[in-house]
């Protein structure tokens, strides 16, 4: 039978039917296999089944020689270095389409609760100072009629945009191109990321942290937003550069922030974003349901058998691997 490390316990269906096909090593603890250990594990691996929070880079995939199949449990990718892999001919497959759902709700839940202040109210409420009701108090952006800008048309985004028409809600959107079915669906307007950070009142992030996505919301892109926008990124938290969030958000010019993702993850308990008023901040939840984690994983352990049978992965990053 192969050998195949799964880096962390995952819902217990996807396991029971890994551990009929392969010999699974599981690490058991709560938090990730460190660097060097995860390294000595996949030296002797013909499987790995990997997460967001697991470095799997060049020198790991060199120390691997039996490594046939890398299967990511996330959309994401951008912990494991794709190039390395593939110049093996290693395929890596990832988990595309079953947490777009889960992902655009907490994404609203983040929107709704920056925009009202909800979180704020709670803290409020728990320091004892509720004594009335306030005409002026708490007050937050009224998102009926409210622009939404959406960096990333993908699955993710249009589920976020799909959602925002129920809001009555102005649509624009940005992105490598125009989507213009996916557009015309929710009636969303594509323009330049100028644009986008000028007229919208919330921004929501949904685009893959890349080279050209490392710190697209810099200062720069920050100072184009709207005096009391809303940021709001599910996404990955190097696509936000964070001191600059952080100028922002205490100058008064956003209005707040709602982040499920930070880097690094966790942000130190006495990181200055943690503290502040205007920003709520979610631990990386964005897929975190039962249902969805546990297609995550079967979707995951799919990959993982396809590759170690030698088969096409269902869902492939690298699809090149299989015409080199
Ligand atoms: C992903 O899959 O990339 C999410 O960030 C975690 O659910």
Same mark, same amino acid.
């Not at 690490?27 to 296999?33: E, I, K, R, S, Y």
């Not at 974003?273 to 709520?280: F, H, K, T």
């Not at 995550?296 to 058998?305: C, E, F, Q």
């Given at each position: 039978?192969?050998?195949?490390?799964?880096?962390?316990?995952?819902?217990?269906?996807?396991?029971?039917? %890994?551990? /009929?096909?392969?010999?699974?090593?599981?690490?058991?603890?709560?938090?990730? +296999?460190?660097?060097?250990?995860?390294? /000595?594990?996949?030296?002797?691996?013909?499987?790995?089944?990997?997460?967001?929070?697991?470095?799997?880079?060049?020198?790991? =995939?060199?120390?691997?020689?039996?490594?046939?199949?890398?299967? $990511?449990?996330?959309?994401? *990718?951008?912990?494991?270095?794709?190039?390395?892999? &593939?110049?093996?001919?290693?395929?890596? @497959?990832?988990?595309?389409?079953?947490?777009?759902?889960?992902?655009?709700?907490? &994404?609203?839940?983040?929107?709704?609760?920056?925009?009202?202040?909800?979180?704020?109210?709670?803290?409020?409420?728990?320091?004892? $100072?509720? $004594?009335?009701?306030?005409? %002026?108090?708490?007050?937050?952006?009224?998102?009926?009629?409210? &622009?939404?800008?959406?960096?990333?048309?993908?699955?993710?985004?249009?589920?976020?945009?799909?959602?925002?028409?129920?809001?009555?809600?102005?649509?624009? *959107?940005? @992105?490598?191109?125009?989507?213009?079915?996916? !557009? !015309?669906?929710?009636? #969303?307007? *594509?323009?330049?990321?100028?644009?986008?950070?000028?007229?919208?009142?919330?921004?929501? =992030?949904?685009? +893959?942290? &890349?080279? #050209?996505?490392?710190?697209?919301?810099?200062?720069?892109?920050?100072?184009?937003?709207?005096?009391?926008?809303?940021?709001?990124?599910? #996404?990955?938290?190097?696509?936000?550069?964070? #001191? !600059?969030?952080?100028?922002?958000?205490?100058?008064?010019?956003?209005?707040?922030?709602? %982040?499920?993702?930070?880097?690094?993850?966790?942000?130190?308990?006495?990181?200055?974003?943690?503290?502040?008023? /205007?920003?709520?901040?979610?631990?990386?939840?964005?897929?975190?349901?039962?249902?969805? /984690?546990?297609?995550?994983?079967?979707?995951?352990?799919?990959?993982?058998?396809?590759?170690?049978?030698?088969?096409?992965?269902?869902?492939?990053?690298?699809?090149?691997? *299989?015409?080199?």
């Amino acid at each position: 039978m192969n050998n195949v490390f799964v880096t962390r316990p995952i819902p217990q269906n996807a396991l029971d039917h %890994l551990r /009929r096909e392969a010999t699974v090593e599981v690490w058991p603890g709560p938090l990730p +296999p460190p660097y060097e250990e995860l390294r /000595r594990r996949v030296a002797t691996c013909d499987g790995l089944l990997c997460l967001l929070t697991d470095r799997v880079d060049a020198t790991l =995939i060199a120390s691997a020689p039996k490594l046939r199949v890398i299967s $990511q449990m996330a959309v994401g *990718y951008d912990n494991i270095d794709v190039a390395a892999a &593939t110049s093996r001919g290693i395929p890596v @497959g990832h988990t595309p389409g079953v947490l777009t759902e889960a992902t655009a709700d907490l &994404t609203w839940a983040l929107i709704l609760a920056t925009a009202r202040r909800v979180v704020e109210g709670m803290r409020f409420i728990d320091a004892g $100072q509720w $004594q009335t009701w306030d005409p %002026l108090g708490l007050l937050g952006m009224e998102l009926h009629g409210a &622009t939404l800008g959406i960096l990333g048309l993908g699955r993710i985004g249009a589920a976020v945009a799909r959602r925002a028409v129920g809001f009555g809600m102005r649509l624009l *959107y940005t @992105g490598p191109r125009e989507k213009p079915d996916v !557009a !015309a669906g929710v009636g #969303a307007i *594509y323009t330049d990321v100028d644009t986008l950070l000028h007229e919208s009142d919330v921004v929501s =992030i949904h685009c +893959p942290l &890349t080279p #050209a996505t490392r710190h697209l919301i810099n200062a720069h892109a920050l100072a184009r937003m709207k005096p009391g926008a809303i940021l709001v990124n599910t #996404a990955r938290g190097g696509i936000v550069d964070h #001191a !600059a969030l952080l100028d922002a958000l205490r100058s008064g010019h956003l209005g707040g922030a709602g %982040l499920d993702v930070t880097e690094p993850e966790p942000l130190p308990a006495d990181h200055p974003l943690m503290g502040e008023d /205007r920003v709520i901040i979610t631990p990386h939840i964005g897929s975190a349901t039962v249902r969805t /984690r546990a297609r995550m994983a079967d979707m995951a352990v799919s990959n993982l058998l396809a590759g170690l049978r030698g088969d096409p992965l269902p869902h492939c990053v690298n699809p090149d691997v *299989y015409t080199r």
